[in-house]
Nanobody, 123 residues
Framework: VPLVESGGGLVQAGGSLRLSCVAS????????IGWFRQAPGKEREGVSC????????YYGDSVKGRFTISSDNAKNTLYLQMNSLKPEDTAVYYC?????????????????WGQGTQVTVSS
């Protein structure tokens, strides 16, 4: 399995969680990497990504100012620090990687996907 997420769980509104995604079989240096989420009955949406071409980080409007994406390329690990969580953040969170530019809008991208980790925010 090329990507494995962890760190999900149950948290109260206003709380924090940090998700991790460990890659195997490829290195982050040549890949855009990012996070998506999917709530029940909804389409998968982009949350945040790091673009391999310019090293810039991008965020969806609903998480700007609350979530922070980072990576440790030496450990082949991607992180998502989630603060000020809201009930509407409840979803399964997936990490993805692909050797091209990333985006947080439009169709989900990624040559590699993790199995997802559940995040539940109670009100």
């Amino acid at each position: 399995v090329p990507l494995v997420e962890s760190g999900g769980g149950l948290v109260q509104a206003g709380g924090s969680l940090r998700l991790s995604c460990v890659a195997s079989g490829f290195t982050f240096d040549d890949y855009s990497i990012g996070w998506f989420r999917q709530a029940p009955g909804k389409e998968r949406e982009g949350v945040s990504c790091i673009n391999t071409l310019d090293g810039m980080s991008y965020y969806g409007d609903s998480v700007k100012g609350r979530f922070t994406i980072s990576s440790d390329n030496a450990k082949n690990t991607l992180y998502l620090q989630m603060n000020s969580l809201k009930p509407e953040d409840t979803a399964v969170y997936y990490c993805a990687a692909g050797p091209y530019s990333c985006a947080v809008v439009g169709a989900p991208w990624g040559d590699y996907w993790g199995q997802g980790t559940q995040v539940t925010v109670s009100s």
